[in-house]
């Protein structure tokens, strides 16, 4: 049964996440016939965490409107707005009308925010596409209000993937996987899944705190950069890497080994830029002050055995992760040596967390 509905508004957060493994290349948009669902796929199978506090707040009101032909929709950035970010919001609505036919029945005025500041270099496309959806999806249960709590969640991070890649992994907590891989049960390349093992417990409340190297405007689009993965030289390779990388991670994170946890994750880490350096064009997102971070996180690692490590984005900014039983030497560590490589000193402390609310 449906129901109808004329007006209303719902609230969702979700927050940003950051991948362990990798996501870098989507497969050829192939199928012609079938162009819409053969869209943002993988490459490779990635894996992240959740982030706790680095989060989008998204109001969704909609209305009832009489032209049905359209999407219509009014955006709001922290109360302000904002004509900028309007066509990514059409391009992702006119990707999800398919699946999503009653759209062109609402008005809709989207208001959003960000706990992090803007332009700080911290992707808002995972949140704030996972926002976005989620408010999707509870328009959707509220016209189909026999929906499963499964199906809600599963088709949010489908939607969300159809806005940004990454953003399927933002649905969920703490540890999510996109992308088949035979050893992780579940797993698909169409939207994110929590990992379905148990994890050990040297990896909860994991710690991520994020050094804000440059909040400048990239020189390269994440979008562009995966494109780049077509006709790289070594993508095939990279992409076995990937679903190798995901086996390993899988066990260490069902037995909480954390030496091997940091080889695998530094070692994506750098391969990440290593394939934005090798690409043509090429490029690099890493700055000076990136380096510098990194060289004296392992130079503390090596005199104090502290078992802690970088990871980076597809920017210059670091992300510190480490377990929180040696937070409070590693925060030390942080404001004695790392700070001063930092954009105005700024960086932002948070940690793995259980998804949207
Ligand atoms: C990731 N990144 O796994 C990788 C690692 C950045 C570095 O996914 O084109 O914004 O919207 O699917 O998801 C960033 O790319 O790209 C990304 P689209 P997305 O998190």
Redesign the pocket.
């Given at each position: 049964s449906t129901v109808t509905i004329d007006n209303g508004s719902f609230q969702w957060s979700a927050p940003s996440?950051?991948?362990l493994?990798?996501?870098?290349g989507?497969r050829e948009n192939t199928n012609s016939s079938n162009a819409i669902s053969s869209e943002?796929i993988p490459a490779n199978p990635?894996v992240?965490f959740t982030l706790n506090h680095c989060k989008t707040i998204t109001k969704l009101a909609f209305a009832k409107k009489q032209d049905q032909s359209s999407f219509s929709f009014d955006l709001l950035f922290e109360g302000q707005p904002k004509e900028e970010f309007k066509p990514k919001i059409q391009k992702f609505l006119e990707r999800i009308a398919v699946y999503c036919p009653y759209l062109k029945e609402y008005h809709f005025t989207i208001a959003t925010e960000n706990t992090f500041p803007h332009s700080s270099g911290i992707?808002s496309?995972?949140s704030g596409?996972a926002a976005l959806a989620m408010n999707i999806m509870s328009l959707e249960k509220a016209l189909y209000p026999e929906m499963t709590e499964d199906f809600f969640y599963q088709k949010a991070s489908f939607l969300a993937?159809l806005?940004?890649?990454?953003?399927c992994?933002s649905v969920k907590g703490s540890v999510v996987v996109w992308g088949n891989n035979t050893s992780i049960n579940g797993s698909s390349d169409l939207f994110g899944v929590e990992f379905p093992n148990t994890i050990h417990a040297n990896f909860k409340n994991y710690q991520d705190t994020i050094l804000l190297v440059d909040k400048g405007e990239k020189v390269v689009s994440?979008?562009v950069?995966?494109n780049l993965m077509h006709n790289h030289p070594f993508a095939e390779q990279r992409f076995e890497q990937a679903h190798q990388n995901l086996s390993k991670l899988k066990k260490v994170l069902e037995n909480g080994d954390l030496q091997q946890f940091i080889q695998i994750v530094e070692s994506e880490a750098l391969t990440?830029h290593a394939m934005m350096m090798t690409s043509l064009p090429y490029f690099i997102l890493m700055k000076p002050n990136t380096l510098e971070i990194i060289n004296k996180i392992w130079k503390f690692r090596n005199e104090t055995q502290t078992p802690v490590c970088f990871t980076?984005?597809?920017g210059a900014n670091v992300h510190v992760l480490y377990p929180e039983n040696v937070s409070e030497t590693v925060l030390q560590f942080i404001q004695a040596e790392l700070v001063g490589y930092c954009q105005n000193g700024n960086y932002i402390c948070d940690q793995i967390g259980e998804g949207a609310i």
């Open positions: 996440n950051i991948a493994v990798k996501y870098w989507k943002q990635s992240s992707a496309s995972a596409m993937r806005g940004s890649g990454s953003a992994r994440s979008t950069g995966h990440l980076l984005d597809a």
